[in-house]
């Protein structure tokens, strides 16, 4: 069995972008005397810094576990989904736009697995994310389910294979078999 976090170097910046927004927020609605307007827009700040904060906190208490069997998540509430029972892989990348140098840009990709009664979703800083992307594609594969096009490029960005028969199968390709510029 594998455990996975959120390593907290990773969340500690989010923590700090909610504190600063908080402290906007509620500075500004401290400082001016209240109106509608004023209480409106940095009331709704505020009240958005804190939706990240307490996203940040959950990101930051969620176990996740892997065994042959299914995948496990630990956090408010927990959520299993039998690899045998998988229905839907999503491979999302968000950010800036991907460049020759820098593949997969500034952004982050998000993984979206959904089962019966179940649908779990992790950010790309979570360790070992790109193993996790692979042994949740091969439970696709094993269930004979497609892959979307953009989750099949996106595993490929990735270094996996989406018709490798192998959870985080062999050596890395770039989608034509052959294996990446390392240049």
């Known amino acids: 069995m594998k455990q996975f976090r959120y390593p907290a170097r990773v969340l500690y910046g989010d923590y700090l972008r909610s504190g600063a927004g908080l402290f906007v927020g509620l500075g500004v609605l401290l400082a001016v005397p209240p ?12 009240a958005l810094f804190v939706a990240f904060g307490l996203r940040t ?10 065994s042959d069997e299914a995948i496990a998540c630990r956090g408010a509430v927990t959520r299993v989904i039998p690899w045998r029972e998988i229905a839907t892989m999503k491979l999302r990348y968000f ?11 500034s952004g982050f990709m998000q993984l979206t697995l959904k089962g ?6 992790f ?47 062999g050596t ?8 990446p510029n390392v240049l």
């Open 35 to 46: 109106s509608l307007p004023v209480v409106v827009v940095f009331g709704s700040l505020a």
């Open 123 to 169: 950010e790309s800083s979570l360790e070992g994310f790109d193993w996790l992307a692979g042994r949740a594609a091969a439970a696709m594969r094993a269930r004979g389910l497609a892959l979307d096009a953009a989750t099949a490029s996106n595993l490929i960005e990735l270094g996996i294979d989406p018709q490798d028969p192998e959870p985080g199968g």
């Open 116 to 121: 019966p009664g179940a649908a779990m979703t």
């Open 95 to 105: 950010g800036s736009r991907r460049s020759k140098w820098r593949p997969l840009g």
């Open 172 to 179: 890395p390709t770039d989608g034509c078999g052959s294996p």
């Open 57 to 66: 906190l959950h990101r930051h208490s969620l176990r996740i576990a892997v």
